[in-house]
């Protein structure tokens, strides 16, 4: 028996107040405790003829609850002894939550609930099933229903109360997106019905409940209750709701989302529904999400992996904590007015460095023009800017207790100011490099203690973007590592740890996504078709457009430096003739208006340049789309296998975050390692092995692969020894 999560107060009016309080945990969540304890209360609500009515509340500062224990849940287990599917087990525990919460809004007497803060996933849906719901005014709350974000839909009848409360249409706003709302837009859409100072919440609530002994019925079990916006198929609204939303929802996840289509039909079948089946209607749309291995890929990579990322899974056990205080920015371009700018945010002075004091305060502005766009508070603004120092002067680099530079991709220029930020900060100092491509150990020679110099890659634009690639050279030291993480943490963004290699891990795996793209259209294939395929199987844009954006120039760039590096080890790419061929035609890509896409002067869309034909021209036989999201898929999938077997990755949760959050690989599969685990190691070989032999070696798995298959394991199953 667990300890008690709900505790029991009755006060002399009758009004029991059920104080949520998950013991051991600074954030209340769903488990069992609180189903367990929520059940006795129901049931003492149903037949205590002393009690007339409740409030539910927390004991937590934190909030009131974060939504169901994700990580209690065991997605991945295979059917019980009792003979039952898994999609049966899943149903009859979803039932349960589901049965109880409809119970407790129709159990005869008054229910409010007392949202002190956050209200999140099951966490709205119990407040949901209350009769009346009053939130404290603190605009930081969140209210929503975020499942769908991790593979998910809500099945504590989240699916049929708020369409209920508000319609058809802001509902599924909410539920397909995950948009949380705060108390005041709650207020407004009729999902509270009081907003309150932080100290009256509980007050309020009780008050209601003594006030309001009859109202014990949800407005949708009244006879008279009318669906805000209407219902039906014979509803004009309601018709057109849905042909623009699953129109909408398939032109953003092509389909490749369970939970999605199971959100729309839940809503357009249950809000057609008495309550009572519509609960249990939702419960076998979440069953049949939840017993499939998406949903438990989507949610170990998207919820489990990344808070365990963001938490410390990979730093260095036993180096104390070292929040940087003041950053040395070297570089005030692109990628240096970007790390500024969050820098700065997260509370951290800034030194920002160029060769000119132009540059210096050109990087500054950016700060000043993204905090004006976001309509920031100007007082708030001045702050963040305050913090940030422009300069040319190297001795204001003093006092710095972490350096990043983000100079020109050159080695000359990278050691150069390496050694001229020793000079007056000294090799004690943290030093972080920003490169794409140049090898960490290597660029470390140029600080006197190697152990103090760590790759720290962003992504731009470094204020959107959620990742940070850490990594680690040969002599990196954990104090290093340790730095850099904890920056990482100040500045709230997504970490991973790789090991040195050329491209590291996210350059090296989308650099092949983007080269079979570039092989294909060599090969003859439509491009048309390279594209359409590419956002089929979940990519954010196909690799031409993807070519366009980063800038065709910097790939070729990129290809001469690895040239001049390996010599006569140097093996050309698949795809390279159709860079070259672009750079004689001296398409850039968007930056100079001309790429593989034409973007024309009128602003008017861009669309593929419609002369590429004539450069690449056309196959007679054109492959079957299937063949070509093979080729995409698998490439990137030998190459994360390969840095695996490398060991430029030590763990598949790295992989996995580093390809979603990094270059947009499709997040309905959890990520590639998820991808091949789910697929089979043998299957991934076998189709490896077929591609190698008609399309070339760099199909060809690691021998680490085929010894995995073979011995029929998978890389979480494997791997799980090495994370925390
Ligand atoms: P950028 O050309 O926009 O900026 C480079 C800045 O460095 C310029 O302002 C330049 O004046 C300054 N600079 C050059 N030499 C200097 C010196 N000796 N001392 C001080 N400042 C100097 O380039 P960027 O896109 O910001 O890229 C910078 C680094 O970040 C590169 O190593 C690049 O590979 C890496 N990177 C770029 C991206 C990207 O998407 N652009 C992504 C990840 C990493």
Redesign the pocket.
Request: aromatic fraction near 12%; charge should be negative; glycine fraction near 14%.
């Given at each position: 028996m667990t300890e008690q999560a709900i505790r029991q107060d009755l006060d002399a009016d009758g009004i029991l107040t059920l104080t949520i309080d998950c013991p051991g945990l600074s954030m209340n969540v769903i488990n069992e405790a609180v189903t367990r304890d929520l059940a006795a209360a129901v049931e003492r609500l149903k037949t205590d003829p002393a009690v007339k009515g409740a409030v539910l509340a927390s004991a937590k500062s934190s909030g009131f609850v974060a939504g169901a224990d994700l990580k209690g849940m065991n997605f991945s287990a295979a059917a019980g002894g009792d003979g039952k599917s898994r999609e049966a087990q899943i149903y009859d525990a979803v039932c349960g939550l589901n049965l109880l919460l409809r119970s407790l809004e129709t159990c005869g007497k008054p229910v409010a609930a007392a949202v002190n803060g956050l209200a999140l996933g099951g966490g709205l849906e119990i407040v949901l099933a209350c009769h009346y719901r009053v939130v404290a005014d603190n605009p930081k709350i969140t209210l929503g229903l975020p499942e769908v974000l991790v593979g998910l839909l809500p099945g504590a009848g989240g699916t049929q109360r708020l369409p209920r409360l508000m319609g058809v249409q802001p509902a599924l706003m909410f539920l397909l997106q995950g948009k949380n709302m705060s108390p005041q837009e709650a207020l407004g859409l009729g999902v509270v019905q009081a907003v309150v100072p932080a100290g009256e919440v509980l007050e309020t609530a009780r008050a209601w409940v003594k006030a309001n002994p009859g109202k014990h019925v949800q407005p949708w079990d009244e006879k008279t209750f009318r669906f805000p916006g209407g219902v039906g198929h014979m509803n004009p609204a309601f018709a057109q709701t849905f042909m623009g939303a699953t129109a909408m929802a398939h032109r953003q996840t092509m389909g490749n989302m369970n939970q999605i289509k199971a959100i729309l039909s839940a809503v357009y079948e249950g809000s057609q529904l008495p309550m009572d089946r519509a609960t249990r209607l939702e419960a076998k749309y979440f069953a049949k999400v939840a017993a499939d291995p998406q949903a438990g890929n989507m949610i170990r990579t998207l919820f489990v992996s990344k808070q365990a990322a963001e938490k410390g899974a990979r730093r260095p056990q036993g180096v104390p904590a070292s929040p940087t205080k003041k950053l040395g920015m070297?570089?005030?371009?692109?990628?240096?007015a970007g790390i500024a700018m969050v820098s700065a945010q997260a509370g951290i002075e800034v030194v920002l460095?160029?060769?000119s004091m132009e540059?210096a305060e050109k990087?500054k502005a950016y700060t000043a023009d993204r905090l004006k766009k976001k309509r920031m508070d100007e007082t708030k603004a001045a702050a963040i800017l305050d913090r940030i120092k422009p300069t040319t002067d190297y001795a204001d680099l003093a006092g710095c207790d972490l350096i990043i530079e983000?100079?020109?991709?050159s080695r000359e220029?990278k050691a150069?100011?390496t050694k001229k930020t020793e000079a007056v900060v000294g090799a004690d100092t943290i030093f972080g490099s920003?490169?794409?491509?140049l090898p960490i150990t290597g660029l470390a020679e140029a600080w006197t203690k190697p152990d103090n110099f760590i790759g720290i890659?962003?992504?731009?634009p470094v204020e959107k973007m959620p990742l940070v690639e850490i990594i680690v050279g040969k002599k990196t030291g954990p104090q290093a590592i340790a730095k850099a993480l904890d920056y990482v943490a100040q500045i709230r963004k997504t970490p991973i740890v790789v090991n040195d290699s050329r491209g590291f891990y996210t350059s090296r795996c989308f650099g092949t996504f983007v080269q079979e793209g570039l092989a294909l259209l060599e090969e003859g294939v439509a491009p048309a078709a390279i594209e359409n395929v590419a956002r089929q199987m979940g990519m954010p844009v196909g690799p031409l457009a993807v070519n366009d954006e980063v800038g065709l120039d910097l790939g070729y760039k990129v290809a001469q430096q690895t040239k001049k590096d390996l010599g006569d080890a140097y093996k050309p790419g698949p795809g390279e003739k159709v860079i070259e061929t672009m750079m004689d035609l001296g398409r850039y890509g968007r930056k100079n208006g001309k790429g593989f896409y034409a973007y024309p002067q009128d602003g008017s869309q861009k669309h593929l340049w419609p002369e590429l034909s004539a450069h690449f021209p056309l196959a007679t036989n054109q492959p079957d789309p299937a063949a070509l999201k093979e080729r995409l898929l698998y490439r990137q999938l030998v190459e994360c296998a390969r840095c695996f077997a490398e060991g430029v990755l030590e763990t598949p949760q790295d992989g996995d975050l580093g390809a979603i959050f990094g270059w947009g690989f499709a997040p309905h599969t959890g990520g590639p390692f998820s991808a091949m685990d789910t697929a089979g190691l043998a299957h991934v070989v076998e189709t490896l092995d077929r591609l190698a032999s008609g399309h070339g070696e760099r199909f060809l798995p690691p021998q680490m692969l085929r010894d995995m298959a073979a011995r029929g394991e998978t890389f979480y199953g494997n791997a799980a020894r090495k994370v925390a």
């Open positions: 070297l570089g005030a371009g692109l990628m240096g460095l160029d060769t540059a990087g983000a100079v020109f991709e220029i150069d100011v920003n490169t794409s491509t890659h962003f992504f731009s």
